[in-house]
């Protein structure tokens, strides 16, 4: 069975700082890995995803994460943050494709300070 | 731009009431998709529907649950009889097939449960 582990339930950044969530999957077959993100009342939307094609992987908003296998991570980062990036940011991981349901991290609340 | 549109957005019930909580999922997609969320926890699989059954469920998705697609338009999910432990945010998603990702969910706001 497949897992995905954010490290830190908060992450608070300044604006023009570097953003990095930490996402760590666990998957015995080879995994699709996602990150969602959810603005304060409102559903949660596709940022990226990465599906066994280029390891980097770029978003929108300026967000791009890299897959490594050798450390199975999957980390969200974006190299400026901007005030309308505050928001919750779920990491997902499924391992067979198609449509398998979805293993969401518990979340990572993004706060940007002016 | 379509979006999947959830009702209601907050909803309080009494315990062993019954619940429906709606959905209307974008008009071309085929797969449809139950999560829920407890305060602080993780977003959790409830179950999955294409072509009017279930595809696949979750250990959380027993026999007070159900599924339904009444008409062309709405998903419903129906708990018979809520438990306190049934409060959550749930959400709603579908997703197309034949995208170059049929993993794309596309999620509504979600419908917040609060059971007494």
């Known amino acids: 069975a497949q897992s995905v582990t954010q490290l830190g339930s908060h992450v608070s950044v300044s604006e023009g700082a570097l953003v990095l969530l930490r996402c760590n999957y666990s998957?015995?077959?080879?995994?699709?890995l996602f990150w969602y993100v959810q603005y304060p009342n409102q559903g949660l939307q596709l940022l990226l995803k990465?599906?066994?094609?280029?390891?980097l992987v770029k978003g929108i908003n300026g967000f791009e994460a890299e897959f490594k296998k050798s450390e199975t991570s999957f980390h969200l980062t974006k190299p400026s943050a901007h005030m309308s990036d505050a928001a919750e940011y779920f990491c997902?991981?499924?391992?067979?494709?198609?449509?398998?349901?979805?293993?969401f991290g518990k979340g990572t609340r993004l706060s940007v300070i002016a | 731009e379509p979006e999947v549109t959830q009702t209601p957005s907050h909803q309080v019930t009494q315990m062993g009431q019954e619940v429906i909580l709606r959905c209307v999922p974008i008009?071309?997609?085929?797969?449809f998709y139950w999560y829920r969320q407890i305060l602080g926890q993780k977003v959790e699989f409830l179950v999955s529907?294409?072509?009017?059954?279930?595809?696949?469920k979750s250990e959380i998705f027993d026999d007070q649950f159900s599924v339904e697609r009444p008409d062309g338009s709405n998903f419903t999910l129906k708990i018979r009889s809520t438990k306190l432990e049934d409060s959550a945010m749930y959400f709603c998603?579908?997703?197309?097939?034949?995208?170059?990702?049929?993993?794309?969910?596309?999620f509504g706001e979600g419908s917040r449960l609060t059971v007494l």
């Open positions: 998603a579908s997703s197309a097939m034949g995208t170059p990702s049929p993993l794309e969910l596309f």
């Open positions: 998957s015995s077959v080879p995994p699709y």
């Open positions: 990465y599906t066994s094609a280029a390891t």
């Open positions: 997902a991981v499924s391992d067979r494709g198609g449509n398998t349901p979805l293993v």
């Open positions: 008009s071309n997609h085929l797969y």
């Open positions: 529907f294409y072509n009017n059954e279930i595809s696949e």
